[in-house]
Structure formats: structure tokens, C-alpha cells
């Protein structure tokens, strides 16, 4: 069975950074691109970014860019999105998700971590 866990969210004031990890077992992690996502109270779910499995490619979105920075430790299982320079529209649920061929909609994904919670006070 695929799980996938997200770890690392909470509450930050605006301008600091945290870093979410997701722990992915039941899988070959290896063989998987892993996408955050983020859904904001009254929105819909939104690609973050994503990093890819063979290449270790990645894609942003554009209000990530400069700011995000994903990686991977397959020794680890684990994917991390570091955050930096927040800011209080950053504020939402942000989920990992994994698909052997990833990409930037949460349609391309069928396998989701609960969620966490990452809120950004102004």
C-alpha cells in the first residue's frame, strides 16, 4: 500500500521559511516523481512543484520559484520543500503526491499524503 506522510508545517510569520519533508513507503520511491500541492481555505488544489524520478528534474510554479527549492533523498524516502521568504497567501493545506510519471496537475496523481497545515501570519 502506498502512504505518504508530510511533516515540517505549522505556523511562521511572514518572511521566515520552513521546511516540509514527505516520507513515501510501500513503493519503490526511486521510480516516482513527487509533487506538493497546496489548497488555500475556498480554493482549489494548485501545483507547487515537483520533482522528477530518473533525472531528478524539477518545475515550479511561478509563485514558487526563487522562493521553493524541492529535493529528494531516496536513501531517505524522503522529499523536502524548503520555503523561504513566505508570505501570509502562502497560507494553506500542502499535500506530496507521487505518480511513476509525475507532472504539474493534481489529476496526473492518484496517490496523496494527508495533508499539512502551513500558516503564514502577516
Known amino acids: 500500500e502506498v502512504q505518504l506522510v508530510e511533516s515540517g508545517g505549522g505556523l511562521v510569520q511572514a518572511g521566515g521559511s520552513l521546511r516540509l519533508s514527505c516520507i513515501g513507503s510501500g513503493f519503490t520511491f526511486r521510480d516516482y516523481a513527487i509533487g506538493w500541492f497546496r489548497q488555500a481555505p475556498g480554493k482549489g488544489r494548485e501545483g507547487v512543484s515537483v520533482i522528477g524520478s530518473s533525472d531528478d528534474s524539477t518545475w515550479y510554479a511561478d509563485f514558487a520559484d526563487g522562493r521553493f527549492a524541492i529535493s529528494r533523498d531516496n536513501a531517505k524516502n524522503t522529499v523536502y520543500l524548503q520555503m523561504s521568504s513566505l508570505k501570509p497567501e502562502d497560507t494553506a493545506v500542502y499535500y506530496c503526491?507521487?505518480?511513476?510519471?509525475?507532472?504539474?496537475?493534481?489529476?496526473?496523481?492518484?496517490?496523496w499524503g494527508q495533508g499539512i497545515h502551513v500558516s503564514v501570519s502577516s
Open positions: 503526491a507521487a505518480d511513476p510519471f509525475g507532472g504539474s496537475r493534481s489529476s496526473q496523481y492518484h496517490n
